[in-house]
């Protein structure tokens, strides 16, 4: 939400259309890209902060790095990710270990919204 705020007050558009542009800029990439680094900066520092904690706990590195939701698409997301801990970014598959072959299910709309079910998905398999 941050974000999108940034980026509709940035340029002078409302939230629903700041999501639409998170993802897709069109003309508005520079806006957009200077607003993601700002937000992605305290994000990132927030990150580093976990992975310290976790590495100094546990003994053990963290060796990758996985996305998923709706931001994970944002513009500028993966380099990011790549340039603060030198490696690029996974997208997330919550349904990669499902049956999914139900007759009911359109394959094409799962594929396209599967990082939004991250949460959904590890909730069904308790």
């Known amino acids: 939400m941050i ?3 940034a980026i509709a007050k940035k340029c002078s558009v409302g939230l629903e259309m ?5 993802i897709l800029p069109k ?9 993601a680094k700002a ?4 994000l990132l520092d927030e990150v580093k902060l976990s992975f310290s904690y976790y590495e100094n706990q546990s003994g053990r590195s963290v060796d990758e ?9 944002t513009v500028g997301l993966d ?3 790549q340039e603060t801990f030198g490696s690029i970014p996974r ?19 799962m594929e396209k919204a599967k990082g939004s079910f991250a949460v959904a998905v590890g909730l069904a398999l308790r």
């Open 91 to 109: 997208r997330w598959n919550p349904f990669q270990f499902l049956e999914t072959g139900s007759a009911n299910i359109d394959i094409n709309q």
């Open 18 to 22: 700041s999501e639409e542009l998170k």
């Open 3 to 5: 974000l999108n705020a």
């Open 39 to 42: 937000v992605l900066a305290n």
């Open 65 to 73: 790095i996985f996305v998923s939701g709706g931001a994970a698409n």
């Open 27 to 35: 003309d508005k990439l520079s806006e957009v890209t200077s607003c």
């Open 79 to 81: 380099e990011a990710l």
